[in-house]
């Protein structure tokens, strides 16, 4: 089993939708939770990062974390075209080892 | 930003490669990633002050060093097939990293 799992997708949705994407987790020793964009050829960007459950929000996205279940989310509101990029869940231990879901390839349609 | 380089990179199997990274104005610690193709990044290891502080799963032939301007090398040496990837570098403050920034990457082709 995976530390961390990601539905690959790939996702499409129209402009203007929420956008829901999800990982789960296996370690309950995971303190942080981070989730990345990527677009295509590029390096991840940072979108937001959380170390407690509850949720995070900054403008049009929010980041949810479930430690009970071992899932988190990233909603996306009014989704756009310039959305459209692969988004990467990636959550630390003590110690400092990083692990990184396989990604979710969106695609936002005008 | 954060810099790497080379962009891109062909070897041959069994050679020895160094990959180089620029960290971020004011960031003193850097982790490096490799991400296969569709594959999420793996982490390789982080440096913090010149020192190693946290290792994933790879094996000794993948090592590092940072400078004391906080920029960074990754040397693989006996190069196989399957190192060739996408390999990130990511540079934050304060030697945990939750909040990194990465560069754009070098692509390694190992034939």
Known sequence: QKEVEQDPGP????????????????????????WYRQ???????????TYSSGNKE???????????SKYISLFIRDSQ???SATYLCAMKVAGNQFYFGTGTSLTVIP | GVTQSPTHLIKTRGQQVTL?????????????Y????????????????E???????????????QFPNDSSELN??????????????????????ETQYFGPGTRLLVL
């Open chain 1, 58 to 68: 900054d403008g049009r996205f929010t980041a949810q974390v479930d430690k009970s």
């Open chain 1, 11 to 34: 996702l499409s949705v129209p402009e203007g939708a929420i956008v829901s994407l999800n990982c789960t987790y296996s370690n309950s020793a995971f303190q942080y939770f981070m």
């Open chain 1, 39 to 49: 677009y295509s050829r590029k390096g991840p960007e940072l979108l937001m990062y």
């Open chain 2, 34 to 49: 490799q991400q296969a193709l569709g594959q999420g990044p793996q982490f390789i290891f982080q440096y913090y002050r």
């Open chain 2, 20 to 32: 180089r990274c620029s960290s971020q104005s004011g960031h003193n610690t850097v982790s490096w």
């Open chain 2, 76 to 97: 693989v040496n006996a190069l196989e097939l399957d190192d060739s990837a996408l390999y990130l570098c990511a540079s934050s403050a304060g030697g945990t990293g």
């Open chain 1, 81 to 83: 075209p310039s959305d």
């Open chain 2, 51 to 65: 020192e190693e502080n946290g290792r994933g799963n790879f094996p000794p032939r993948f090592s590092g060093l």
